[in-house]
């Protein structure tokens, strides 16, 4: 069973930085599975913000392109979503997921299945 823990959420002015952290147990972590940073926002849709498949490829959504980025590491078992420059758009619970193969159209995984928590990200 896989487990998944974010972290590293918190409230951070426009302009500024956060590093989100997810980190993965209870299975062979990641070299065979694609990950995703999805984010909702209170009354919107769920939508993927980056993903990166087994072989290291990454995807983000248009909106983040240029501020995020997502990056693995396989040794600890965690998964990351550096975000700089960011605006109260950013504003969501931000959520990472396994999957099997990358979308990127969607920026995501496909057959999404394990899925955390969540950790919130406040842009004021």
């Known amino acids: 069973h896989v487990q998944l823990v974010e972290s590293g959420g918190g409230s951070v002015q426009a302009g500024g930085s956060l590093r989100l952290s997810c980190a993965a147990s209870?299975?062979?972590?990641?070299?065979?599975?694609?990950m995703t940073w999805f984010r909702q926002a209170p009354g919107k849709k769920r939508e993927g913000v980056a993903a990166i498949g087994s072989d290291g490829m990454t995807a983000y959504a248009t909106s983040v392109l240029g501020r995020f980025g997502i990056s693995k590491d396989n040794a600890k078992g965690t998964l990351y979503l550096q975000m700089n420059s960011l605006k109260p758009e950013d504003t969501a619970l931000y959520t990472c997921a396994t999957g099997y193969t990358l979308d990127p159209t969607r920026a995501a995984c496909r057959y999404t299945s394990n899925w955390g928590q969540g950790t919130q990200v406040t842009v004021s």
């Open positions: 209870g299975y062979t972590y990641s070299q065979r599975y694609c």
